[in-house]
């Protein structure tokens, strides 16, 4: 259990449908009631609320990162070591000179319904929005360049860390403030889409796990998924070369995600393809995406949409 990285590959894939990841929870939840936790584990569960304080300062923060001391201090006091950096510039002010539109629940209400599909609002997470902003501003730009409106969310903390490390009452009130939150949104019959494909999971897997039926009606979808329906839809250019352009699938997108289940449905050539009708920083997300997923550095294992190995055996320096 302890080296459990919660892609919940087993959950689906076991053939008694063993779910480590959800009863280590539950055994965390319990086993420390008892015994003490460690403080790395506070800091973990709580880095969702401190995100949005740290990135109001992101280069000072960073800049205290970054020095020899505090490093030390940090790995020897909760063993927390190579702690990443914050994004500079910041989401908020990457997108401020672009036509995002900020959310405003009212203005958005006033929109007509068979206007509403032309509008996408971005689901933000925690690691891409504060620590790879650059991705999310790619997305708003993908978003932009196929003729859509990008509605920026405001950040709502998932809480998948604090079931990964087993704070469940704390999930459980941070999942049904969201929760809350997405049902009143997906109300307006606007797709709703998040850049972090483990997070958006959460969602539909320890959401209904834990909220049952006060979760509420609401479906919030990868970025493939939004995508893949439109292409049949959008001419081809061909100013773009030809080169293949490859996704790798998120460890717990493979065994979670209906669409890469069939397999196929997203493919190299898929976005080659799509590379080449939108001639678009398309491609360059989910390279980006890519990168951010190994700068994380955690020990995951990527696959290929085609189920073939590609490398495995990163460091694994926090997060859980
Ligand atoms: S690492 Fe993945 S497959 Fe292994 S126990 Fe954890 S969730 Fe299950």
Redesign the pocket.
Known sequence: ?N?????????SQCPIKVD??SFRARFLNLYYTRYQRPVKDYLVANIETMLPYMAKVPKVVNFALKQPLVQKLTEKSVGYIDAPLLSVPTLKSRIKHQPVSEFNLEQLQAIPTAQRQDYVCIVQDPFTSFYDAQVVEDFAKLILKLGKKPVMLPFKPNGKATHIKGFLAQFAKSAQNTADFLAEVAELEMPLVGVDPALVLCYRDEYTEILAQSRGDFDVLTVHEWLTPMLKDIEPSHTVDEADWYLFAH?TEKPKCQMLKKSGAISSSTLADASRRFQLVAVVWPARLVMSQISCKCRKIFMDLAGHLIWTGFRQSAAW
């Open positions: 259990m080296g459990c990285l919660a892609c919940k590959a087993c959950a480590v990841p460890c």
